[in-house]
């Protein structure tokens, strides 16, 4: 982002959108108190985080094709730098919210033998996908030697998948 030049201001504030990890144990109990109305209690607040994360995410991608355009909301002048932090933040508080839901309908369903294995098990699953999602880019980088100008061809707009 830096390097897009975004102030390092603001490249701070948006580091804020991990907090609703850091304060996920504020509002854990208060979605195991209530249920949403469809599918019970841990399954509909998945479906709820999973249609929040879709909505977030499609709202992400259109808001990232416009940094340059000024954004003209009710009369005010805001950069779109902000709703991009504002997007992110929203989709860091659906995954926490599909994070809670998930643990919460594991300890239901595993039995106490099983939860160390589960939990091991997702926790090496996610970095492995982690590790998968990192790895085109970062070798196409070897190979090019740093990012490639930009053109209109499809292969130009996703250099780790050649």
């Known amino acids: 982002m830096a390097r897009a030049g ?3 201001r603001t490249i701070g504030l948006l580091t804020l959108a991990q907090s609703p990890w850091s304060f996920k144990f504020l509002w854990a109990p208060l979605m195991d108190r209530y249920a949403p109305p469809l599918l019970g209690r841990k399954r509909g607040w998945v479906l709820i985080a999973q249609a929040g994360l879709l909505v977030t995410t499609l709202a992400l991608a259109w808001a990232a094709v416009r940094p340059g355009e000024p954004l003209l909301l009710a009369g005010a002048g805001l950069e779109w730098i902000w709703v991009i932090g504002a997007v992110t933040l929203a989709i860091a508080f659906a995954s926490t919210v599909q994070d809670i839901a998930m643990d919460a309908y594991a300890v239901e369903v595993l039995d106490f033998e099983e939860q160390g294995t589960a939990v091991g098990a997702r926790t090496a699953l996610y970095r492995g996908g982690m590790l998968l999602a ?3 880019r970062s070798r196409s980088r070897r190979r090019s030697h ?13 250099p780790g998948w050649r």
């Open 134 to 136: 990192g790895r085109p």
């Open 146 to 158: 740093g990012p490639r100008p930009c053109r209109s061809s499809p292969s130009s707009t996703s």
């Open 6 to 8: 975004v102030d390092v």
